[in-house]
């Protein structure tokens, strides 16, 4: 199961990444925005995504668009400081199949992984 | 972090930025925050003005002005705190690895026939429930390390509302001068009531998850 883990915080992807690896999930690839995220994408193989939302040149919500646009069933898992209601309404809309909001436990990010794969 | 380390990654170069917008008079109030806003880092920089007689004068001029200076210094600090954070988690990488090292040698040390005294098989038994319990503190202060990128988040938004203040009294004052556009960056607009205890907003978030899928269901 090859993830891609998007978010501009290299802070983030760090521990987004090593909760993977304890969770089992050791093949990952990283970007810092979207648009670098759309060219991991395209070298193929990623089963799975997680993005952030707040990230330079393409955010995490134009991300999902772009993704979207060409497939549909991708799990994508947004996890963002952004907790309004209509914010996790508009994510929803443009396509991720769940949503944590930052800071998150280990436990939660597990959840939400295990719910998209199971 | 000190104020060389600032100086260094601002390039020696705080609040350079100048333009040549012209002044329109008094312009109303700066809008409230939107979810696109200038990126914050780095400083901004000079933008070339027209009359090159007064670019280097608007140069000085702008960089003299507190918030341009300001809003510098704090695009420094976080990418100071992001570079400082990730050294804390090579180090506890480091004891990770270190922890691991210590459990395979205890593993191979229980299996040896020399030390199957029932005392010394409980002395490491221990051993290997302190392992434990050190490796999961160590993941706990990984996923504690979170609070860079919300206070990270925190600082850009400052540094947005500063620019935008900055722009404003400039061109009230008809000085010719503007922080220069830096490239695009998304903002939270919920991240000034962000804290730092983890899932702290997932009821919310799950509810309204849930709720939106079972609306999509039945439509
Ligand atoms: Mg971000």
Same mark, same amino acid.
């Given at each position: 199961?090859?993830? @891609?883990?998007?978010?501009?915080?290299?802070?983030?992807?760090?521990?987004?990444?090593?909760?993977?690896?304890?969770?089992?999930?050791? !093949?990952?690839?990283?970007?810092?925005?979207?648009?670098?995220?759309?060219?991991? @994408?395209?070298?193929?193989?990623?089963?799975?995504?997680?993005?952030?939302? !707040?990230?330079?040149?393409?955010?995490?919500?134009?991300f999902?668009?772009?993704?979207r646009?060409?497939?549909?069933?991708?799990p994508? *898992?947004?996890?963002?400081?952004?907790?309004?209601?209509?914010?996790?309404?508009?994510?929803?809309?443009a396509?991720?199949?769940?949503?944590?909001?930052?800071?998150?436990?280990?436990?939660?990010?597990?959840?939400?992984?295990?719910? *998209? *794969?199971? | 972090?000190?104020?060389?380390?600032?100086?260094?990654?601002?390039?020696?170069?705080?609040?350079?930025?100048?333009?040549? #917008?012209?002044? #329109?008079?008094?312009?109303?109030?700066?809008?409230?925050?939107?979810?696109t806003?200038?990126? &914050?880092?780095?400083?901004?920089?000079?933008?070339?003005?027209? &009359?090159?007689a007064?670019?280097?004068?608007?140069?000085?001029?702008?960089?003299?002005?507190?918030?341009?200076?300001?809003?510098?210094e704090?695009?420094?600090?976080?990418?100071?705190?992001?570079?400082?954070?990730?050294?804390?988690? /090579?180090?506890?990488?480091?004891?990770s690895q270190?922890?691991?090292?210590?459990?395979?040698?205890?593993?191979?040390?229980?299996?040896?026939?020399?030390?199957?005294?029932?005392?010394?098989?409980?002395?490491?038994?221990?051993i290997?429930?302190?392992?434990?319990?050190?490796?999961?503190?160590?993941?706990e202060?990984?996923?504690?390390?979170?609070?860079? /990128?919300?206070?990270?988040?925190?600082?850009?938004?400052?540094?947005?509302?500063?620019?935008?203040?900055?722009d404003?009294?400039? /061109?009230?004052?008809?000085?010719?001068?503007?922080s220069? &556009?830096?490239?695009?960056?998304?903002?939270?607009?919920?991240?000034?009531?962000?804290?730092?205890?983890?899932?702290?907003?997932?009821?919310?978030? /799950?509810?309204?998850?849930?709720?939106?899928l079972?609306?999509?269901? #039945?439509?």
């Open positions: 199961m090859k993830i @891609l883990v998007v978010d501009d915080s290299s802070t983030m992807r760090r521990i987004i990444i090593n909760t993977l690896s304890r969770i089992g999930y050791t !093949n990952v690839v990283e970007a810092e925005h979207g648009k670098a995220g759309l060219e991991k @994408l395209a070298q193929g193989g990623v089963e799975m995504i997680i993005t952030d939302w !707040n990230m330079p040149e393409m955010d995490g919500l134009e999902v668009g772009a993704v646009g060409s497939d549909g069933s991708i994508i *898992l947004m996890v963002t400081t952004n907790a309004a209601k209509e914010d996790i309404v508009s994510a929803l809309q396509g991720v199949n769940n949503y944590v909001v930052k800071p998150f436990t280990p436990e939660t990010l597990k959840e939400k992984i295990e719910s *998209l *794969l199971g | 972090m000190d104020q060389s380390e600032i100086d260094a990654i601002m390039g020696g170069g705080s609040g350079k930025g100048s333009g040549s #917008k012209k002044h #329109k008079g008094a312009q109303p109030a700066p809008k409230p925050p939107e979810t806003a200038p990126a &914050p880092v780095p400083a901004p920089t000079p933008v070339a003005t027209p &009359p090159p007064s670019a280097k004068k608007d140069s000085e001029v702008s960089s003299s002005i507190p918030s341009v200076r300001v809003i510098g704090l695009g420094a600090v976080t990418a100071v705190t992001e570079r400082e954070t990730n050294k804390v988690m /090579d180090k506890l990488d480091q004891i270190l922890l691991d090292q210590q459990r395979i040698l205890v593993t191979e040390m229980m299996g040896n026939e020399s030390i199957q005294n029932p005392t010394i098989q409980s002395s490491v038994h221990q290997m429930t302190a392992c434990t319990e050190i490796q999961n503190k160590v993941y202060a990984m996923d504690l390390m979170q609070f860079q /990128d919300i206070s990270r988040q925190k600082l850009e938004r400052i540094m947005h509302h500063l620019r935008q203040i900055h404003y009294i400039l /061109d009230l004052l008809g000085t010719g001068f503007q220069q &556009p830096a490239a695009k960056i998304s903002l939270s607009n919920s991240i000034a009531s962000t804290g730092t205890s983890p899932d702290e907003n997932k009821t919310h978030a /799950d509810s309204v998850v849930d709720e939106f079972r609306a999509n269901k #039945k439509g």
